[in-house]
């Protein structure tokens, strides 16, 4: 390609509502342009680094043996309402209603149409496993879309479903989709990880996030440096380790005037923050009204996992007690509660850690006064139920027995998920197996953010001259600089070889023939990111050379002109 | 490809709602699926056959200087309101509400939103011409949505938008795109032609349509061929040839009972159809409700043609006079209605051709008589306006006057515009010409029906058995079938061979190892519509053949193992 050729527009400074630096960087390198909000025309520089994305997931896709099609944007509102997410996405989901006022929604994902296409394909276990994808656009109605491409509205996704005929059948289509991705996202150049997590709204029995490593993420990631666990924070198992030591202390009454967060006890009291008790009150409160209570123990210094809380018995939905249900229940105000001397109808659960707990420090249920010295067993009964509640913290044994835990910051790029029989039920999707008895299909659905990928890949590559793409993401691998171009016939005719040699040899290669000065050409090659650059300079080449310089040197190197082709090649096979 | 790896779906019948050959036959090889009203799944074997038409598409518009970028589905109302098309388009624009309640549309076309793009990044001369293009999902709620993907509502469309600095530029680049469109269709391997067309609605000063020739097309093209002239029917000028032979009847008042079609009186008079005069009441309502009136004039074996019809000044707007109004202003019912005695308020405006003819018959403005031996000027005033009312038909002198005209049916799926300023002026998108002086941009537009280029090839590619594609548009160039793979080692191994060489050689094969019978296998190619077959079997083989059979070839060719490949390679570059 011929910059000349080519639309170029880069931007001294990014617009005020580009918060994080890969939007910025987009904006400014001429990738991305708004057309309202969360809603982006992908420029001509942007839509090749897309394709580029795109062709890695479509190759490997297809060599995982699933098969390609392509679902519409505009999906009837009859099949939404089938399973039930018609009601149950909200605002999220864009409606719209065609002249006719039927109802449709604009498609955010595709399970209900890709099972609407089985169920009326598949007849037979000879027919399965099968496995669809396409890559699409959708539009998800964000309430607040930001980040550019991060958080958009409208934005590609690959999409992927498997049919099995059981469960093995489809963990194992699900193994299969897991590698691919672990394949994709090892050819994009980029650090990964993939992380056990929580399924949470869209049912089924297993998942897996993968996660671009980038210290903006918004996502904490666990996982242990010694073993392969990797799970996010939401599902990362806390394991207490060691036995619970014998009482030491007597209980004492302490007054601790003003001293109602855990970190002011510990000051105050002189002593280290995992010696206090966090004591969280929650209603769960019933359809038909009646309410109940509970009293969550966390160690002072550790936080609480809502996730983890939301799975214990009777608080599948629940919320924080208001000041007058504790006042009520309690007979104290918020900030000296504690176990001691609780009872009915407040259920006590202890976090794994509190349970293990001796001579800790705990709110008396009286204003301005805590206990010290409280033992479980001797001052209080023991708690009614013992549950993982809260986030893992650096150092925590992980759960596999097999070091201890770090965490990393990530940025969700890809999910995979195990459904089970989810759709397939509500859709009625059901084989006949051998005997010719009707089974509903096994479902797994498997996304990659395709837009998404650009913004993680800056926010995990970039100076501050700006984007630095992997080579299997640039836009282009390589750039030409010829200084000079229309003075110097030397310059032109090394710069057309060159250019034409790349081209032969299969390089995506821009040559920038637009005539800018050094400085300005440098600026924009480094702002957009090419990984690769050659600069084709009179005095070098009558030394017989090139100049090289990779986007991460801080120095050129002196090619001889006759190397030049193969020194290039061997960078971009790095 | 293994065809037990991919998604194969033929059916015996087409679904009942398959009005067309090519929605019947894509149906029934398994190409596209229903998902509602002229909304369709491009089922695998579909979706292969777009990415074809995209890829030729792709290649001719890049190495036509134009640039790929994509633009949003969900587009703004501000912007369509900017030119008011939100209002103008009517209920064929989709439109919804965000969660915010604003207004959007769902793209049938991105004019306003590219010349959007275009206004805030074109500043100077110095940076055009430019052409934008885009392959983009495309939504059109029609009225009433049929014949599979010729009339979807959801759609693939190509559309390119060029920007110049004056109408020399902007002609520079139609032609451009204009020799692209012929490279495109020349490398589908369609038989189509290019011919003007009305600019209409859109706007603009000159176009051309292309079309697929098929004799099922609902659009009839007009060609002169012994010449370059083409013309879609709408804007085929019909040209009047010789002069007005001199009157040779005396006028006669003659009763003509219960003739009040041309073709009745012919009949009754015994007399040619061409010597009576068809007359057309119209009336032209201004907008402050006053009425104007108008006599058409056609030669009795022409037919009105309304686009011509609006051109006369005056009847920019018309309908059809009522009843009521012929009454009033004629004195006499519908059927009898003629020149002679016509006058204010009614205008008279003859087609070309009637304003040639002498002796002719026409109605007296009296129930059941009509005038014979009616002569221009002698019996009544010339006429006020001579203009070109009618529909050419086969035999025309071409107005280019180097032949006769021919006529055949053509399906629409590309268009050409020259826009000019329509969009940049509403919109104000300017650039800076070399004195700094900001004028409006000069714009084109270009589009290709990609997804309907399958039915269109499709109307002109099929027989009995099944669709018939072109070597480039197909989607496996050659099937490889072989008789009882699983029973002969021989078949098994030369079948992998073959297919492994072909593979190598770039070619897009499909094996057939799904194990069926030969009957069933070779039905399903045959509807499928891959141009090139070989079948391998173990008695062939004994003797040292393969078969080949072309899709439209009734026989089978034995082909030597040795040559088999060069063979198909032949076949191919046909």
Not at 70 to 84: C, H, I, K, R, S
Not at 120 to 130: A, C, M, N, W
Not at 245 to 257: F, V
Request: a negative charge; one cysteine or more.
């Amino acid at each position: 390609m011929r910059a000349s050729r080519f639309f170029i527009s880069t931007l001294k400074e990014a617009p005020s509502d580009a918060e994080i630096v890969s939007h910025q960087l987009m904006m400014r390198a001429g990738m991305i342009k708004r057309l309202g909000s969360g809603i982006y025309t992908y420029m001509p520089m942007g839509l090749k680094v897309i394709r580029k994305v795109e062709a890695i997931v479509r190759e490997e896709m297809n060599k995982a043996g699933a098969i390609e099609l392509l679902m519409p944007l505009v999906q009837p509102a009859e099949l939404w309402q089938e399973t039930g997410r018609w009601d149950k996405m909200g605002p999220e989901l864009l409606r719209v209603k065609d002249r006719h006022g039927r109802d449709f929604a604009i498609q955010p994902t595709s399970e209900e149409v890709i099972t609407d296409v089985v169920r009326s394909e598949i007849k037979s276990y000879r027919q399965i496993p099968l496995n669809f994808y396409h890559i699409q656009t959708k539009f998800r109605d964000e309430r607040r879309p930001r980040f550019g491409l991060m958080r958009g509205r409208e934005f590609t996704m690959k999409d992927a479903y498997s049919f099995d005929r059981d469960v093995a059948g489809m963990q194992k289509s699900y193994k299969i989709m897991f590698d691919a991705y672990t394949q994709i996202f090892t050819r994009f150049g980029l650090k990964f990880r993939a992380v056990a997590a929580d399924n949470g709204a869209i049912g089924g029995t297993g998942s897996h996030e993968f996660h671009v490593i980038a210290s903006t993420g918004e996502d904490a990631l666990v996982y242990c440096p010694t073993s392969d666990y990797a799970a996010n924070m939401e599902a990362a198992e806390a394991v207490a380790s060691g036995t619970r030591a014998a009482a030491g202390a007597a209980l004492t009454k302490t007054s601790t005037p003003k001293a109602a967060k855990c970190e002011d006890v510990a000051k105050l009291l002189g002593i280290d923050l995992k010696q206090t008790l966090k004591t969280i009150a929650l209603t769960a409160e019933e359809d038909d009204g009646s309410k109940k209570y509970f009293m969550l123990l966390l160690r002072g210094d550790h936080e609480l996992n809502e996730i983890k809380a939301s799975k214990v018995p009777g608080l599948a939905k629940n919320r924080f007690s208001t000041e007058a249900e504790i006042l009520e229940v309690y007979g104290c105000k918020p900030g000296y509660l504690g176990p001691i001397g609780t009872k009915a109808p407040v259920t006590v659960v202890a976090d794994r850690t509190v349970a293990l707990m001796s001579d800790f420090v705990t709110g008396a249920n009286e204003v301005d006064f805590h206990y010290t010295g409280a033992n479980w067993g001797r001052d209080m009964a023991e708690p009614a139920i013992v549950a993982d509640l809260r986030n893992v913290v650096e150092g925590d044994a992980s759960p596999d027995g097999k070091g201890v835990l770090a965490i990393e910051r990530g940025i969700e790029v890809g999910h995979v998920f195990q459904l089970g029989t989810a759709y397939s039920e509500s859709m009625q999707a059901t084989f006949l197996d051998e005997n010719q008895k009707p089974a509903p299909l096994q479902m797994g659905c498997y996304g990659i953010g395709i837009t998404r990928i650009l913004g993680a890949a800056i926010e995990q590559n970039f100076d501050d001259k700006g984007i630095i793409w992997p080579t299997s993401l640039a836009p282009f691998q390589l750039v030409l600089c010829p200084m000079g171009m229309d003075r110097s016939e030397l310059v032109k005719a090394e710069t057309e070889k060159l250019y034409n040699e790349a081209l032969a040899a299969g390089i995506d290669v821009i040559l920038d023939d637009r005539g800018q000065r050094p400085g300005a050409m440098f600026a924009d090659w480094e702002l957009i990111g090419v990984p690769h650059r050659v600069v084709i300079g009179e005095r070098g080449l009558k030394e017989g050379n090139l100049e090289y310089q990779g986007r991460r040197d801080t120095e050129a190197t002196a090619v001889p002109v006759a190397e030049a082709l193969a020194f290039i090649k061997g960078k971009l096979a790095q």
